[in-house]
């Protein structure tokens, strides 16, 4: 049978870390290929998990607590109202969302290089052009803000950028952020801030910031990586009240499970976690970083990130393979475009494997 399928999908070859393999994964002994918090969740999420119920479950979800914390959360000085937030199954979803709406022949999107392979694939998949600006390989891959800036013109539907980026896991400063979004705004130009990894940096960085002035921005969020709450399928979608009435038209209004709304809202109420966690990662990255620079050099990265990119000096070897070989998962920068199979994106492990983990590679640094 000729299915009538869109030819931009069946000719697309997907660029994807993110698979399921039906469970039949090895776990490795050190598992750094995860974006998730190597310190759990919050206490007050883990008690409101053992305290789900069977009417959570069986009923439609109606909890309408979780946007009003989201709103508490970036504080009164950001001015969020419900208006400004749309519930997601996680930032991927938020992708999802926003590319189909800003879908229309001809589309344009602007990206960078390396960043979040599934959107580069999402955008492919749908039909856009998609272009993307490398990060400086000369600058130890740091963001090339002038180049981004040179590369935008009123042809583009939009620009994504992930803050903090994946996998270098670098933070890019909020006012560089800003002259982006004011350069597109006077374009006609709509950028995607994607703050998957946005709670591991200090909270005045994030694009929320930016909605009161700039109509023209669109902030991701999940609760997969820094609340560590990947298997509930949460995000949220932050932007202008009128993009947000549009993004709903394609949204399924019972994308988040009850129990799944009322534990992210309770992981919220925990103002004491993430500080913690971006301290505790800080502490132990700082050492890891300090510790290479021989065979393996650690791309432009900010220390409470979890995930940073290394880059082995043998451009034919396979980094990950060796990694593998000594019981480390990690995800192959051959995932990851402009990226080869000697780099890799390494997550801190939980913190009883750090030692171990910081032994193997100052092994594979000097042999």
């Not at 994807?16 to 776990?27: E, N, R």
């Not at 990206?111 to 599934?118: A, H, K």
């Not at 990119?309 to 980094?319: F, Q």
Request: with cysteine.
């Amino acid at each position: 049978m000729q299915y009538k399928l869109r030819d931009s999908i069946v000719s697309q070859v997907k660029i994807s870390y993110a698979k399921d393999d039906g469970g039949h994964h090895q776990q490795p002994a050190i598992d750094c290929s995860a974006g998730s918090n190597p310190f759990s969740m919050p206490d007050a999420a883990k008690k409101a998990i053992a305290q789900a119920t069977v009417s959570q479950v069986n009923l439609y979800p109606h909890h309408s607590g979780l946007k009003g914390a989201i709103c508490r959360t970036f504080g009164p000085a950001i001015g969020l109202s419900e208006q400004n937030v749309l519930l997601t199954a996680g930032s991927i979803d938020g992708i999802y969302v926003v590319n189909t709406a800003f879908l229309r022949d001809g589309a344009r999107v602007l990206g960078i290089c390396p960043q979040f392979s599934d959107y580069m694939s999402h955008a492919k998949v749908l039909g856009y052009d998609y272009q993307a600006v490398p990060l400086s390989v000369s600058d130890n891959w740091a963001f090339d803000s002038q180049a981004v800036l040179d590369a935008l013109d009123s042809s583009l539907s939009l620009v994504y950028i992930d803050n903090p980026n994946n996998p270098t896991g670098q933070i890019i400063p909020l006012a560089t952020l800003r002259t982006i979004a004011d350069t597109a705004r006077d374009k006609g130009v709509c950028v995607i801030i994607d703050e998957a990894y946005g709670e591991f940096m200090p909270p005045e960085n994030s694009a929320a910031a930016l909605l009161k002035d700039c109509g023209n921005v669109i902030v991701l969020r999940t609760f997969s990586k820094g609340w560590g709450l990947a298997g509930l399928r949460a995000g949220y979608i932050l932007a202008a009240p009128e993009l947000i009435e549009v993004f709903e038209k394609l949204s399924n209004p019972y994308v988040i499970s009850e129990p799944a709304r009322v534990v992210c809202e309770a992981a919220m109420s925990d103002e004491a976690f993430l500080p913690g966690c971006r301290q505790s990662i800080a502490a132990r990255k700082s050492v890891l970083c300090r510790s290479l620079g021989h065979k393996l050099k650690v791309a432009r990265t900010d220390d409470t990130v979890p995930i940073c990119l290394l880059v082995h000096e043998d451009t034919g070897c396979d980094l990950q393979q060796m990694l593998e070989e000594q019981g480390v998962g990690v995800v192959s920068g051959s995932d990851f475009l402009s990226l080869g199979s000697n780099s890799v994106r390494l997550r801190l492990p939980e913190p009883s494997q750090f030692d171990a983990l910081l032994a193997i590679l100052q092994k594979l640094d000097r042999s």
